[in-house]
Nanobody, 118 residues
């Protein structure tokens, strides 16, 4: 069974930083695909970053500002978000898929709200 629980969301001014955490169980970071998704009001849920076997991929909108990483000892997935913009306001979800990063994500947490004020 895979369980994912996000934390670390909040309200921050534009230009600020936040670090999201996802406590995981039932996933193996070296084998499975882990990702952060986000859904802004009135918009579709989209992937912002994913990682597997040490390689990370970012969406164009967050490239150079966000960094995805994981701590293998504590089984926590992180998303460090710097230079935040109002357009980053969304509910952020931790997601996982067994094996390769292709197709939809089978598992997803409940989400954490990030609000960036201008």
């Amino acid at each position: 069974q895979v369980d994912l629980e996000e934390s670390g969301g909040g309200t921050v001014q534009a230009g600020g930083s936040l670090r999201l955490s996802c406590t995981t169980s039932g996933v193996i970071f070296s084998d499975d695909c882990m990702a952060w998704l986000r859904q802004a009001p009135g918009k579709e849920r989209r992937e912002v970053a994913r990682i597997r076997t040490g390689g990370a991929v970012y969406s164009n909108s967050v490239q150079g500002r966000f960094r995805i990483s994981h701590d293998d000892e504590s089984n926590i997935l992180y998303l460090q978000m710097n230079n935040l913009e109002p357009e980053d306001t969304a509910v952020y979800y931790c997601a996982a898929r067994k094996g390769r990063c292709s197709g939809t994500y089978t598992y997803r947490g409940q989400g954490t709200q990030v609000t960036v004020s201008s």
